[in-house]
């Protein structure tokens, strides 16, 4: 089973997987305490240091069943590294603090959930400390989250150094209480012969609920809830339990083409570079080579490593749905699909980055450290988009809030000790196609070189991304050079004919031939670039903004300056619910307005309300409100330029190699 362990910071994932990991391991220990080796005290100094928990991805093993737990960073503005935990979980583990309840960042991860229909398992932690309620947490997931939820345990003695967690079910059917009668009315809505036995006014079997309740987890249509104090180590077992019970194991494919997709990179001293891997097909063994497309190249797998209970031991070969770490194959990044990409699931996107800035450091001596110290960090974490325009000595990066300025900014300084500052951040537009056109790529001259196609780009419905698909047969174009082309349109796109990324349209390969003897590898790659911008042109683009979707929470006092802020930014607004005196306001706000509007906010409303700000969709811009970029690099339109600079880049990369 791939697991990942979601939370909001503080919520207890440490505790909680230190927990897991001793629970599970400690039958191993106890062998070894038969054969008369006892184990207990290294594994207590490693709990104490807490070494086993930093790892990225911790192998367990529950009553037989393998255990992948798959840690992901809990900060929201780092949540791009949580989209791609999410991407190679098949199930999660939602840990709530049951002081905090349902947070801003239960709501991105929720909904990333959802849409991918993964699996999942809440958790609320906590029930010891004073100010906890299990069953204002209960009743938040169930109205504020939307969540179909089953409880399978209840507390006793919140809120006190004893609470505990035990089972709601253990006197079902003769004990009743609100919460079973609640989670057997769920699981009626979603299952039909549970609504049945409801209608008929029977009382359902528990083994029938409970093995219901297994099949539409893992169909992900409802989840159930556990709680407990990971500081006691209390409910750690039923958690263990419920993971076996009710989440789905991977899917075993080996007798595919392998594939791969590398969801955290870390550097070693002594092994350099490690990429933790997924394999979603296949067999992967050491002496491998497997392809990177991004690249361009074959990496060999010279190691192989695993998890085993906290602790790293080397392996000869890793199975499909399983994960590994491969050993110092230098150029791997995280984030990287590796081998028959096509059977690597696609990313979905929790948080994404709508804006630039560009960082400075103080002391003007630190920047060529300052470069290396974001070279560095961009390698762990590709959403920076690290951008060194070497000619302007400028250094970019991409940030999702203001908020992640101040994070980079104690993590350059306490890590790297350079003091920086930020410029004002910029928006990231994107651009989409407005009309359907087609255009023409002939490449034959300077010889040696061909590469002839015809591309149609159309507009698609907002939201879609970037499909493509290949009318020419591999007769009149050879497969390896369609992969080529397949892997340069993701790229080609980057920037369109208003500088920014190209998004919603469908890019069709119309027509086109190789030569037998002129064709080289590469022509095109380098085709392409030109045959999409020309494509593009004749389209033409409009500008699409990011939007933030806002909920507002206070007094009914502020409605009406508050409803007039948000008309003068151009807010989308839904019309507001009332409770109590207190108002919610639901809707959509462009980025661009909304970068301050936190500040005036709170000072309004006297920080009595709440304003929760996260990524809603990129959609179209009003003319006159975007700003187009100046391309970056040499323009593909510009033909001779292009061939040229491209032609000497492929030469400094044959050299290389
Ligand atoms: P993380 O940031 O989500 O990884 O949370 P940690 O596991 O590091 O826990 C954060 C803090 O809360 C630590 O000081 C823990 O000792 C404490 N903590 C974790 N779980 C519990 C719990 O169940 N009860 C209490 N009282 N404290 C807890």
Redesign the pocket.
Known sequence: MNIGIF?H????????TENLLHRSGSSRIRGYVDAGTSHSDSMDIERKRGISVKSACLGMSWKDVHINLIDTP?HTDFSPEAERGLRVTDAAIL?ISAIEGVQAHTFSIWEALKKRHIPCLFFI??I??AGASYEECLHQLQNELGAMIFTLQTAVNEEQADADSISLWANYPEQAHPLIERSIENLAEINDVIMECFLEDKIPDKEELLKTLAQECKKGKIAPVLCG????GNGTQALLDAMISYLPVADESNELPVSAYVFRTEFSKNDGILAHIRLFSGTLKTRDSIRCPRKNTEIRISRLMKDSGGKTIDIEEVNCGDTAIIVGSTGLSTGDELGEIKNIPEASSINISVMTTAVKAKNEADYYALSQALTELNTQESSLNFDWRREEKELHISILGKIQTEIIESLLHDKYGIAVEFEEPQIVYKESPVNIAEADVRYTMPKPCWAVMRFRIEPTEEGSGITYESKVSFDKIHRKYQNEIQETIPKALKQGIRGWQVCDAHITLIDGEDHEVHSRPGDFILATHMGIMQALKNAETKLLEPLQAFEIKADELFLGQISGDLNQMRAQIEPPQFEGNRFTLKGLIPTSESLDYSIKFQSITKGKGSLRLRFGKYAECPEGSGKDRAYRGVNPLDRSQWILHHRGAFKADERQT
């Open positions: 939370a910071v503080d919520a207890g994932k440490t505790s909680i809990g840990v932690n906590k010891d400390r104090s990971a500081k006691n």
